[in-house]
């Protein structure tokens, strides 16, 4: 008897470490999958909308259960709606994906990003990565010349090409009140020898149109409604490739480039999901795929997307940051009386 009831006491005792071992296994699983990210995320850039929503999918790929909401316009309008919503007191956006290093350098004097140091960012070259972390180049991008084939047989090979009587009035560009990256190009050639305001001027009296964003420009003279145009190179590329009647020019003076930066939000509601997009976008799988978007890769070891040149091979025109920050109002302003007499 004693016997039997030792046998039960051990059957019992078997029963509930298998049981509460069971328990603890499924304690576990579900506590991982509690860990995982969920929730939602804003994001602002002034990406074209098809490529945000590409770069999204591979992100919730990784990150299912995140919600990522996108705000997309140009550049000038992101910052205004940025700059309002501080004002009332809150910033909507959890990350932002826009433009240029100057815009960004505007926001960091705001204080409105947050010094993330993403892990991710030493695959980077480090002129592309703010050094107090705050934001990091994710592509590269250049501005040069379009032409339509079927109407311009003689091609441009330097910006000052464009002030050319062949070219009088069938030119377009975009507008740097618009474009975060036109206010880029707009302060920094202004200030690049042999260019200048009277690059400009020259423009103007040639009877240059002036469009909103870069999509307008490409739209333009892809249906031949303008025969040339200043706009980015991806641009082109892609537009080339669908068998559109254009081509594209890095012009012999060398080309402005953007890099349009990553940055986190300071304060942001969604802080550690928008880190999780930043690490994402800046590592070597957000980098691919940037290149499958079609798009030249800031990090070292991914290729170039095919016929673009990689940020080794392009001539690139600099400036002083700092400078081009403090004069980016005072240039939109001189732009707006010049083109609006």
């Not at 298998?18 to 499924?26: E, H, K, P």
């Not at 880029?184 to 305001?197: A, C, E, P, Q, V």
């Amino acid at each position: 008897m004693n016997k039997m009831k030792k046998g039960m006491i051990l059957a019992c005792c078997v029963s509930a470490a298998l049981l509460f071992a069971g328990c603890g296994g499924g304690s576990s699983d579900k506590g991982a999958s509690a860990g995982a990210p969920k929730g939602e995320l804003n994001l602002y850039t002034s990406q074209p909308e098809a490529d945000a929503q590409k770069l999204v999918a591979a992100f919730n790929q990784k990150y299912p259960d995140v919600k990522v909401k996108v705000f997309r316009s140009g550049t000038e309008e992101i910052i205004s709606k940025v700059m309002a919503e501080k004002k009332m007191g809150q910033v909507q956006a959890d990350v932002l994906l826009v433009a240029d290093a100057a815009t960004f350098e505007q926001l960091k004097e705001q204080a409105i990003l947050d010094n993330y140091e993403s892990p991710e960012m030493k695959a980077l070259p480090a002129e592309l990565v703010d050094k107090d972390h705050t934001y990091a180049g994710t592509k590269v991008i250049a501005t040069g010349i379009i032409y339509n084939t079927n109407l311009v047989k003689e091609a441009p090979a330097s910006f000052m090409d464009l002030t050319k009587p062949v070219y009088k009035d069938i030119g377009i560009m975009p507008s740097p009140l618009y474009s975060g990256a036109a206010a880029y190009n707009l302060s920094l050639l202004t200030r690049t020898d042999g260019l200048g305001w009277d690059f400009y001027k020259a423009l103007k009296d040639n009877g240059i149109s002036v469009d909103k964003g870069n999509g307008g420009i490409l739209k333009a003279v892809s249906e031949g409604n303008k025969g040339i145009g200043i706009v980015v190179d991806y641009m082109v590329a892609r537009a080339a490739a669908k068998g559109a009647p254009v081509k594209f020019v890095y012009p012999s003076e060398g080309v402005p480039v953007v890099t349009e930066p990553i940055g986190v939000v300071k304060g942001a509601a969604n802080e550690e999901r928008a880190k999780l997009f930043e690490d994402f976008v800046l590592s070597e799988d957000g980098q691919k795929v940037t290149a499958e978007i079609g798009y030249t890769p800031v990090r070292k070891g991914i290729k170039a997307p095919e016929g673009m040149k990689s940020i080794d091979e392009i001539k690139i025109i600099s400036g002083n940051l700092a400078e081009l920050v403090a004069g980016r109002e005072a240039d939109k302003k001189e732009f707006s009386a010049l083109f609006n007499k």
